[in-house]
């Protein structure tokens, strides 16, 4: 059969009911990955290059036909596929079609369809999934708030979703007891998914932090450190008020803005501009999207994050892995409270008494971090050991998981 999707069904199997496993193989199919190189990009990647890809093959759908997703080149170097459906705001029709017609084409392929989200304004997927007989439907939460005005039209496909995930959903997962929470309810049981990193990526070395420094005109320096996209949900502007507080105790700071928009651009542009407004524009390093944050964090001397809401980020995990003192917005589970490294302020403390903390307690000998990480449970090469990796544990399939 010749269509779009003929990459991916040369091999299925019409025998009834039975799951495709071709030599042994389990095939997933991850739903989530952006053009962004995000918190829940770097957490699907980290899972597809541990895995043993003679036994699990992750394939990637991106609900965005017009970008390229981050990591493409890895994933089709190791036999990934990754396909793409019109945007359902562009052409709501052709976009559901579309996702019906892949879905009916691998029924017999796929043994999971995993859909990784930030809100529950779309679950059609797994209603397909569930319809064509896929095994296993996984909604994974990753945040605990909504950056998008809640219009009535969002309320409902909230309360619509809400009840079709209760019959389409085979299994709950979340980053994080409060993400799980707020997108599934007190009443649905859901398991914690850690996000896990590569720890011994952000370990610690003088040397390099030294050299790095030099490269970048950073000796010498105050580094304060940011990873995250321009939005509503990091707050940015907060963030500027802080560090310009920062700058009124120690004028040798320097604040380093690593990440990139995603749709609006205004969010960047309003802090560009407060950054010149308050007179620290020259302290301040818009660094845009970048694929060496672990570099990036052996420059700095801190790490703040005040986001509005999280669901437990990878970047702060990363940050505690790389032995910075960490400051997080009270918004934020305390589960990223993994090291003695992390504090937590409350975002209704004024901008001076946060630079006041994040001053004090960011003079500190940095070390090694990185077993306390792993043995908090957040090293993927230590979970996919451990066998808490989860495709293990709740398919049931004849699969093996090893670093």
Not at 8 to 33: A, D, P, R, W
Not at 66 to 74: P, V
Request: glycine share 6%; proline share 2%.
């Amino acid at each position: 059969m010749k269509n779009k999707f003929s990459r991916m069904c040369i091999n299925i199997e019409n025998s009834k009911g039975i799951s495709f496993m071709h030599n042994g193989m389990t095939y997933v199919l991850q739903i989530g990955m952006t053009s962004n190189i995000g918190g829940m990009e770097t957490y699907l990647i980290e899972q597809y290059k541990n895995i043993n890809k003679k036994q699990i093959n992750y394939d990637f759908l991106t609900l965005f036909d017009d970008e390229k997703i981050a990591f493409c080149e890895y994933i089709h170097s190791n036999g990934g596929a990754i396909f793409s459906v019109v945007p359902r705001r562009k052409n709501p029709l052709k976009h559901y079609r579309t996702v019906v017609e892949l879905l009916f084409v691998n029924r017999k392929k796929y043994d999971a369809v995993v859909l990784n989200t930030c809100h529950m304004y779309y679950i059609f997927p797994l209603l397909c999934a569930k319809i064509f007989g896929i095994k296993k439907r996984i909604l994974h939460s990753h945040n605990s708030g909504d950056e998008l005005e809640i219009t009535f039209l969002r309320k409902l496909l909230i309360v619509v979703n809400k009840l079709i995930m209760r019959f389409t959903v085979s299994d709950f997962w979340a980053c994080s007891k409060i993400a799980g929470k707020w997108m599934f309810g007190n009443d649905v049981n859901f398991k914690i998914v850690h996000n896990s990193i590569n720890c011994q990526k952000f370990k610690f070395n003088l040397q390099s932090r030294h050299d790095l420094r030099k490269t970048m005109n950073l000796s010498n320096k105050f580094v304060v450190g940011h990873i995250g996209r321009f939005s509503f949900q990091k707050n940015h502007v907060f963030l500027l008020d802080i560090f310009s507080e920062i700058c009124k105790k120690n004028n040798s700071a320097i604040l380093l803005l690593v990440g990139d928009i995603v749709e609006d651009r205004s969010y960047l542009e309003a802090a560009q501009k407060k950054a010149h407004d308050i007179g620290i524009i020259e302290h301040v390093k818009f660094l845009g999207l970048r694929n060496d944050i672990s570099d990036l964090m052996q420059t700095m001397d801190c790490f703040v994050l005040p986001s509005k809401f999280e669901g437990l980020p990878l970047v702060g995990i990363e940050a505690q892995a790389a032995g910075l003192p960490c400051f997080f917005a009270d918004t934020i589970t305390e589960e990223l409270g993994i090291t003695d490294l992390a504090h937590f302020v409350s975002l209704d403390t004024a901008p001076e008494k946060w630079a006041e903390q994040i001053l004090q307690n960011s003079n500190i000998d940095r070390k090694d971090m990185s077993k306390e990480i792993s043995a908090a449970g957040y090293d993927i090469k230590t979970e996919i050991k451990n066998r808490r990796f989860l495709y293990k544990l709740i398919l049931n399939l004849r699969m093996s998981i090893i670093c």
